[in-house]
């Protein structure tokens, strides 16, 4: 028997309860989509810069950092084909330079308290960018309530990467009220029907045999993970890549096709000792184009037999976000069971804690708060 498969032995060491919450995902969504669907913009908001114009922005920027951005990512590989005007992740403590008053901002932090965020943010108001916030509260949310800025607020007490579906579900849904897109708020509704539907087959009572999380999970055990995406699967890859430092708390690297075809394939070339620590997921899907296939086929050739695992995980769905949302939820809950067969706790973030807190000393959010706060009329 599979140590994942001691279902009370699993539960004693999900302190946290980070099984359950993820096996909540769908209810978030939904719930997350509603309260973006409730929030209004306002024709103006005032500042000491100027009037800030909410309109039909000519580029959408997502400001944010680590699992609060991630959706960001999600948004851009959803709706690359649809949105007739540049979407961008932005992840530094400046806005780039074309951000101005035709620019939609869209400010994601859980905290409310990242210094880069609220940095970034703050010289976003300075340029009477459109600007909005997915935010639990902190300095972020009391700025946007002090300003008026249309913020979604999300339910407080989880870690951000649990919180994925909150803060990913009012971006499209904020982007299909300002008529940049249609269809998308039914794409969330149905992926998170399928999420409910796939939760019954990968929560901690189904057996590894039957448990497509925790026989990947097994699979990994003892290794470093690579996922390989490809087009709209580039920013799952990604965000698996980041559950399996976060949550199992190993290293663990992304790629994509035909990118990686260029430049990483070469690396497959070096000795044993150097491939053979690492697994590599292949993302699939049955509708992939005729050339990716061809590529993931030539692609697994090299790797098998140098990386010591060749795995593949499949979408499932028809649509777009389904078929994304699918491979994401085996991969995130496949990082928490492989935590839990390393004996780690997935909730614990020291690392990330050790550098913010070293980073405080500097008081970069305050400083951010006060430059806002001197916009506030
Ligand atoms: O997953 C995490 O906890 C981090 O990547 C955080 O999301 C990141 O540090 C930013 O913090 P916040 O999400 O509170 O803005």
Redesign the pocket.
Known sequence: MSCLDDVEALRKADVHGMLAAYLRWADNLLEAAKRAEDISFPAEVRTRAGPIRYGEPDAVVIV?????VVGGELLKDLTWDVVPVPVLVWRDYHMPAFAGPDTLVIA???????EE?LMAFSEALGRKCMIAAITSG?ILGQLCKRLGIPVVEVPAGL???MALPYLFAPLPVLLEKLGLAKGLKGQVEEAAALLRHMAEDLGPDVPTARNKAKELASELKGTIPIVYGFGFFRSVAYRLK?QFN?NSKVPSFYNWLPALNHDEVMGWEAEDALTKPFSVIFIRDRDEALEIRHRIEATKELVAGKASKVLELHALGSERLEKMLSVLYVGEMASLYLALARGVDPYA?AS?DDI?EKLAVLGMAEKARARAEALVP
């Open positions: 944010g950092m680590g699992g609060s994601v932090s859980y905290s409310g308290n990242t965020t902190g870690k951000p990467r980041t976060e973030m990330i913010k």
